[in-house]
């Protein structure tokens, strides 16, 4: 059974930080694509980040300078660092698994994790 755990979700006050963990099990993580969405309240789901398994990067313009993704293979985890948060960071942030094999596509969601931005 293929879960995604998202953690580390709260309330910041604007220009503070964040770290996002996700723990992946029943997939063999090193194979996929990871990555983070958002959805801000009455909007719809946006990629923020993702990170191959060869650890290339791609960032939202919107977070650019702000958030890190990263990786780390031995834990079957997927991280991001989020640094001077606004406001309009406020969503619930999703984990994602994507991998692509053949004509087959495997693609996993974790149950989210909020994060609210205000002062």
């Known amino acids: 059974q293929v879960q995604l755990v998202e953690s580390g979700g709260g309330l910041v006050q604007p220009g503070g930080s964040l770290r996002l963990s996700c723990a992946a099990s029943?997939?063999?993580?090193?194979?996929?694509?990871m990555g983070w969405y958002r959805q801000p309240p009455g909007k719809q789901r946006e990629l923020v980040a993702h990170?191959?398994?060869?650890?290339?990067?791609n960032y939202v313009d919107s977070v650019k300078g702000r958030f890190t993704i990263s990786r780390d293979n031995a834990k079957n985890t997927v991280y991001l660092q989020m640094n001077s948060l606004k406001p309009e960071d406020t969503a619930v942030y999703y984990c994602?698994?994507?991998?692509?094999?053949?004509?087959?596509?495997?693609?996993?969601w974790g149950q989210g994790t909020q994060v609210t931005i205000s002062s």
């Open positions: 994602n698994a994507d991998y692509q094999f053949g004509r087959v596509r495997y693609a996993y």
């Open positions: 990170i191959t398994n060869g650890g290339l990067t």
């Open positions: 029943g997939i063999i993580f090193s194979n996929y694509v």
